[in-house]
């Protein structure tokens, strides 16, 4: 089975604009899990979709979202971005379902932002 | 809430030594537990778990106990090696807390293996 993959790999922009990324979950997966990895604050949680729902969501400001499409594709979107921004955005592909009493997640590559 | 304290890095050590990784947590309720690994440039890929009090998670030399009296889940390996170095994140869910698809992730030790 192919893996998760993260588009774009890295992406540079500038303050105040938008951004969207892409994540293909593992083949059958429906659950999606975004977060952000920085230096500073490690990795946090920002929000999980299954089934084109979003199911649980992070402590981020309302400039980030993301939706997922009927395949199960996610994305996620940020905008008005700010320096604070720049970060490695993992996502993470789920079945939704428990195996062995756990959701196992598999994370992709990240997708590398950095704003200036 | 939840939160995950693992031992602050970096570890640096020499071929064969024995390593230990620090971790412990807090939960509001019954979390399963996780070790996580990130090699330079790619995203995590889970290590090794364990699911209640007591079970051992397993993987590539790598061991960590439950531990629910010291609440806590410390990752070891008897001997390592120079493809071992890389980032190691400890991490809670807690499928009682209504966020049961959220990890907890602690900030992460680097470890270094020098040969």
């Known amino acids: 089975k192919a893996g998760v993959t993260q588009t774009p790999r890295y992406l540079i922009k500038t303050r105040g604009q938008q951004v969207t990324l892409s994540c293909s979950p593992i083949?059958?997966?429906?659950?999606v899990s975004w977060y952000q990895q920085t230096p500073g604050q490690g990795l946090q949680f920002l929000f999980e979709?299954?089934?084109?729902?979003?199911?649980n969501k992070g402590n981020f400001p309302g400039r980030f979202s993301g939706r997922q499409f009927s395949n199960s594709r996610s994305e996620m979107n940020v905008s008005t971005l700010e320096l604070g921004d720049s970060a490695l955005y993992l996502c993470?592909?789920?079945?939704?379902?428990?195996?062995?009493?756990?959701?196992?997640?598999?994370f992709g590559p990240g997708t590398r932002l950095t704003v200036t | 809430g939840n939160s995950v304290t693992q031992m602050e890095g970096p570890v640096t050590l020499s071929e064969e030594a024995f390593l230990t990784i620090n971790c412990t947590y807090t939960a509001t309720g019954y979390p399963s537990l996780f070790w996580y690994v990130q090699y330079p440039g790619e995203g995590l890929q889970l290590l090794l778990k364990a699911t209640k009090a007591d079970d051992k998670g397993s993987n590539k030399g790598f061991e960590a106990t439950y531990r629910k009296e010291t609440t806590s889940f410390h990752l070891e390996k008897g001997s390592v090696q120079v493809s071992d170095s890389a980032v190691y994140f400890c991490?809670?869910?807690?499928?009682?807390?209504?966020?049961?698809?959220?990890?907890?992730f602690g900030k992460g030790t680097l470890l270094t293996v020098n040969p």
């Open positions: 993470a592909s789920s079945s939704g379902q428990l195996t062995s009493g756990v959701y196992e997640q598999y």
């Open positions: 979709y299954f089934s084109e729902t979003q199911r």
């Open positions: 083949s059958g997966h429906r659950s």
């Open positions: 991490a809670l869910s807690d499928l009682s807390g209504g966020s049961n698809y959220k990890l907890t």
